[in-house]
């Protein structure tokens, strides 16, 4: 692995967990030599995410729409910042560079790339690991849900264990580093 997109909110949330969340993964990409691969901006707990990789010097490569761009959204101090036409080529930007998809707490766009980031990589079109950084518990009504999937046969059991939801950065590594992506499916008329 030589990259992490790492989706995440242009707000802060209201606890103090959120705002150690983003530090704590900045830290751990620095400390993996692992590339930021992110939304570009500087508010938020994105804000906080690459100005903590960028103090312990590592390497931040931005990806945003022009319309966010052109609002004053975008972070300055970045390795890299890469406009693009719309949101929908950032996401698949942000797959293209990286070796694996990470989502901090957030909100719905958070949860929308994601989720896009697994649904593709179940139709073969992400071979990047999906994981949700199960901060305080966040995600655990998000974890209930894809398990009821499974229980009611929308989801094969095997897919679904390809999708980690962890609160440990050690499980998270682990789970990244032996990832094999979904078994592509294949269809019966």
Not at 53 to 80: C, W, Y
Not at 135 to 148: C, E, I, R, S, T
Request: proline share 4%.
């Amino acid at each position: 692995m030589q990259s992490i997109a790492v989706y995440c909110g242009a707000s802060t949330g209201n606890k103090e967990i959120y705002k150690n969340a983003a530090k704590k993964i900045g830290d751990w990409l620095v400390s993996h030599d692992l590339e930021l691969v992110y939304g570009g901006g500087g508010i938020g707990l994105m804000g906080i995410l690459a100005k903590e990789v960028i103090k312990n010097h590592g390497q931040v490569h931005g990806i945003m729409p022009k319309q966010l761009v052109d609002r004053n959204a975008s972070f300055e101090g970045l390795t890299n910042l890469t406009i693009v036409e719309n949101i929908n080529v950032r996401k698949q930007k942000m797959m293209d560079l990286s070796d694996g998809c990470l989502a901090l707490p957030g909100g719905p766009g958070t949860l929308e790339e994601i989720t896009e980031a697994f649904s593709w990589a179940r139709l073969g079109d992400n071979q990047n690991p999906c994981v949700f950084y199960n901060v305080n518990g966040y995600y655990d009504p998000l974890k209930a849900m894809f398990d009821n999937m499974v229980t009611n046969a929308f989801l094969p059991k095997d897919d679904r264990e390809k999708l980690l939801f962890s609160n440990s950065l050690d499980n998270i590594y682990k789970f990244m580093n032996s990832y094999i992506p979904p078994k592509i499916r294949t269809y019966k008329k």
